[in-house]
């Protein structure tokens, strides 16, 4: 099945970065808000990332018009009706997520593909809140998604091979290499970040070493670009709690405890470099 129109749900970090590598792939895009100052902001950060190309004389102004142009931002579902996938990025909470697939289940036509780019919950969950399980699966982005050039495509035991294929063509188009995971919690990369990240921020709570050599030990010893804490902080200390307890619900694996420290942040809004302030301080950039 041809891909020619996506629909991005939720225009945040992440939804605003897969509505930019679409549109930047030559991609339709429509993006989706849930209320007007949200929707401003998400299509601001794509304007300013693409505008640094532009700057940088890696992309002609013609060229960024062009993919401005591409994307549409909407406040309605309704929009999504022409759309041949559609990709939902609005936060991890699964009753939101469900009910976002069952509306996108009656807005789209019955060839659409339903993607959710969850870290770590159940696609199957909410596949079944549409009458097309075998359309459903994860297409799952990096951030920061214009850099990072991987997309795990998840696979429920629903999906049809014809959808997985589809999923894989999109990716390919975006120029990222995928992998194939099955649909359990937390996928390849998370389940793997998520017990570094617990370690790393049990051995700061526990005073093993301070947050910036540990964070140099992981970069340097490791060869990470950046360390696990620095990492907490890009990706979002609610998005990692949601995560790691996601994988703590299905594995009952005591390396998945969130540290209490953690839960903390979130409840102080310390989430990192989207409030400026995580384990790390951002308020002066
Ligand atoms: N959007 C677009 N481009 C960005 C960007 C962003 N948010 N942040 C950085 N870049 C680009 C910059 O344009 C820059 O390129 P130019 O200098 O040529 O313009 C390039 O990336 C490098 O950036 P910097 O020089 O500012 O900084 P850096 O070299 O330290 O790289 C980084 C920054 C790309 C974020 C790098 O540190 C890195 O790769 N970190 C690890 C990221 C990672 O592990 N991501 C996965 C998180 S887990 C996840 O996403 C899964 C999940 O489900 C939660």
Same mark, same amino acid.
């Given at each position: 099945?041809e ?5 991005v749900v ?5 939804g ?12 339709e895009?429509? $993006? *989706? ?9 998400g299509?601001?950060g794509?304007?300013?990332?693409? @505008? ?9 102004p013609?060229?960024?018009a ?5 994307? @549409?931002?909407t406040?309605?579902? @309704?929009?999504?009706?022409d759309?041949d ?5 609005a936060?991890?909470?699964?009753e939101?997520?469900?009910k ?5 289940d ?9 993607? *959710?780019?969850?870290? *770590? ?6 596949a079944?809140?549409? @009458?097309?399980?075998?359309?459903v ?16 495509i ?5 999906t ?5 294929a $589809?999923?894989?063509?999109f ?12 649909d ?5 990369v998370n ?5 570094l990240? $617990? ?5 700061? /709570?526990?005073g093993v $070493? *301070?947050?910036?050599?540990?964070d140099?030990?992981?970069q ?12 907490a902080d890009?990706v979002?200390i ?6 790691i307890?996601?994988?703590?619900n /299905?594995f009952k694996?005591p390396?998945?405890?969130?540290p209490?420290?953690?839960?903390d ?13 995580g ?7």
């Open positions: 099945m891909i020619k129109k996506v629909g939720g225009c945040g970090i992440m605003g970065g897969i509505a930019q590598v679409a549109a930047q792939a030559g991609f895009v429509v $993006a *989706s808000e849930i209320n007007e100052t949200l929707l401003k902001k299509l601001g794509i304007e300013s990332n693409l @505008k640094r190309n532009v700057e940088k004389g890696r992309m002609k013609e060229e960024m062009a993919i401005m142009g591409r994307i @549409k931002g406040l309605t579902t @309704k929009d999504f009706g759309c996938l559609v990709i939902e990025a936060v991890e909470n699964m939101l997520k469900k976002i697939f069952a509306d996108l009656q807005v789209t036509p019955k060839h659409t593909i339903l993607a *959710s780019n969850t870290s *770590s919950m159940s696609i199957i969950d909410m079944m809140a549409t @009458k097309r399980p075998d359309k699966l994860g297409i799952h982005f990096f951030n920061p998604v214009p850099v990072m050039r991987l997309i795990e998840v696979r429920t035991i629903a049809s091979d014809e959808t997985i $589809a999923g894989q063509a990716a390919k188009a975006l120029g990222k290499t995928t992998v194939l995971a099955k359990t919690a937390g996928f390849i389940r793997i970040l998520s017990s990240m $617990a370690t790393a921020v049990r051995m700061y /709570e526990n $070493a *301070s947050k910036e050599d540990i140099t030990a992981v340097l010893g490791l060869n990470h670009p950046m360390g696990p804490l620095a990492l890009l979002g609610d998005t990692c709690v949601a995560i307890d996601t994988l703590y /299905e694996d390396q998945y405890i969130v209490p420290g953690m839960r942040m979130v409840t102080a809004g310390y989430l990192g470099r989207k409030t400026g302030k384990f790390y301080d951002y308020s002066k950039q």
